[in-house]
Every structure is written in structure tokens, then in C-alpha cells.
């Protein structure tokens, strides 16, 4: 008897669907900070299900340990919402 085994693909779907609508904004016209920052939230956002959800059901998110997948994503998220504000400011006048 074959047993099947199915990955759970929602939280990998909520982060490339984070991401796939940061590339999306900025094509359309979207200034690139803003676009920048909502795919570092889809990032975050995939940190947070990393975290809460069981080992199961984080599908294909689920890469290496549980804390491992978290920080990397949080970091990955955190390193393009920080990029991004910082490209708001102005630094000289040129």
C-alpha cells in the first residue's frame, strides 16, 4: 500500500504572492520603495506563519529547523523594508 504525502503549498503561496506583488507594483508604476516594502511584508508575513503554524502544515516553507526558516525570512523581510524606507531619504541635494 502507497501512502501519499502532500505538501502543503498555502504559506509558500503567501510569500511568492508577497513577492510576485512588490515586482507587479513597481512594473506598474508603483515607486520602487513602496514595491520593495510590500515584498518585504509578504516576507515577514511568511516569518510569522513559519513560527505559528506545525511543522506539517508549513509545506514547502519548511526548509530547516523550525527557528532557522523564521529568523532567515524575518531577516530577509526586515533587510527590504529597512532598505526600502531608506531609500526615502534625502541624503545631499544633487
Known sequence: MRTREST??????LVAAGAAAGLCAIGLGVPVPAGGAIMGC?????SL???TVSERRAGALAVRSKR???????????????GSLLMLLRLHDS
Not at 8 to 13: I, K, V
Not at 68 to 82: H, K, P, Q, R
Open 68 to 82: 532557522m526558516d523564521a529568523l532567515t525570512l524575518a531577516a530577509f523581510g526586515a533587510a527590504l523594508v529597512i
Open 49 to 51: 506563519v513559519r513560527v
Open 8 to 13: 502543503a503549498w498555502g504559506p509558500y503561496l
Open 42 to 46: 509578504g516576507f515577514l508575513a511568511g
